[in-house]
């Protein structure tokens, strides 16, 4: 298991649903998967 705080699912068919999440955490720095 991974030690990340964050986890990010994607669900396939809904492109860019998570992308802004993801790049706020990226930008933040956050421990992620």
Do not use: N, T
């Amino acid at each position: 298991m991974s030690d990340a705080k964050f986890e990010l699912y994607y669900w396939p068919g809904i492109p860019g649903r998570g992308e802004f999440v993801r790049l706020v955490l990226e930008e933040a720095g956050a421990d992620w998967v």
